[in-house]
């Protein structure tokens, strides 16, 4: 990214996104760069050059008491992938990508078009720097939108008209909210994830990936919440039984809610524990 900084001061920074965007009433974000973003925080750690050194330093905070912090980010994506990849073969070619955060390839519509061509994909997220990527390398991919709103208010996005042009809201469609949900608040998660339930047609699927305190040191899940609560979206870990009530009026697939590393794969279990499954709706 080429980026032309002006009057920087007090973690806000002035950029030239002309690049990104011809819509004439477009506005360009304001990033702050004083606190660490968890999209940069999780792009920094699987790889990616989409981050400032605020969020490197909190990646490397955490890797302190998870050194293997870069695999559990990596061990998420897969699972993100295997579940796309699923739901492709069962028929769904619509997804809703809540928390879509900073595009990584392989993206959602690169892994769903494989298997149906067709696929049309939702991005959705409302971090300033995340939407401005959304923009410039997802939106112009054939298939893909890109929206800027928060997760959390699920009938305003499924009216929004734009996500209603681009999706047939009488199909099944595939929601995926993949290591978002220790971004909201325990009992907030719950009816939100209600209320989709309610509002997606019959036959749709969701898939779920979580950080869950159970099988987690307590020192890393401490860390982990002070080094979030520094950061633009504080941490929220839940047990195993907070994790399964997600999937309530759901039917999970094969093998259930697991590790993410066990999720229709077989990898070393890791230090953070991330439970992850994918569910249609009933």
Known sequence: MTTQPHDSQAGQIEVDWSWTSSDDDWIPP??????????????YAIGGKDNYEVDRQAVHEVARLVPDFRTVALANRGFLIRAVREMAELGIDQFIDLGSGIP??????EVAQVFRPGARVVYVDNDPIVMTYNRALREPRTGVLALDHDLRRPQSLIDEPKLRNHLDLDRP??????AVLHFVRREMAVKVIEQYRRLLPEGSYLAISVVCADGTAPGVVERLE???QGSTTPFVARSASQVEQLFDGTRPLE????????????????PVRILGGVAQIS
């Not at 304001?30 to 792009?43: G, H, K, N, Q, V």
């Not at 469609?173 to 993949?178: A, H, N, Y």
């Open 255 to 270: 093998p259930g809610v697991v590790d993410v590393t066990q999720w229709r794969n077989n990898e070393k279990p890791l």
């Open 104 to 109: 990584t390839s392989p993206n959602v519509h």
């Open 30 to 43: 304001e990033i702050d760069t004083s606190r660490p973003s968890a999209a940069r925080m999780y792009d």
């Open 173 to 178: 469609i595939g929601l995926l909210m993949v």
């Open 226 to 228: 002070q080094v979030f």
